[in-house]
């Protein structure tokens, strides 16, 4: 099977920096698009940004010019720097990818989650 696992959430203040990683593992074949998504509490799901195989990415307006969304194909796993982080940032922070894999001699594709990663800024 194919697991996502994000790490590099904590506590920061405002203004600080936070790296989030997120490494995919499993029997992979490839994979595709990787994103990074957001819940804050009380609010849906939202995209921050998401980045191609080959490298090209795409923020929400909201983190232009603070995040930076990386991956590393070789090592099947995806980075956010985040910059200048405001109280607004805070929410569990969420991995997605579309992943190629191998189960029982099948080659499947998965819309693959990780568990999600904490991050909090407060004054």
């Known amino acids: 099977q194919v697991q996502l696992v994000e790490s590099g959430g904590g506590l920061v203040q405002p203004g600080g920096s936070l790296r989030l990683s997120c490494a995919a593992s499993?029997?992979?074949?490839?994979?595709?698009?990787m994103g990074w998504y957001r819940q804050a509490p009380g609010k849906q799901r939202e995209l921050v940004a998401t980045i191609t195989t080959g490298g090209s990415a795409n923020y929400a307006d909201s983190v232009k010019g603070r995040f930076t969304i990386s991956r590393d194909n070789a090592k099947n796993t995806m980075y956010l720097q985040m910059n200048s982080l405001k109280p607004e940032d805070t929410a569990v922070y969420y991995c997605n990818a579309d992943v190629v894999y191998s189960a029982y001699d099948v080659t499947r594709t998965l819309d693959a989650w990780g568990q999600g990663t904490l991050v909090t800024v407060f004054s």
């Open positions: 499993g029997s992979i074949f490839s994979i595709y698009d």
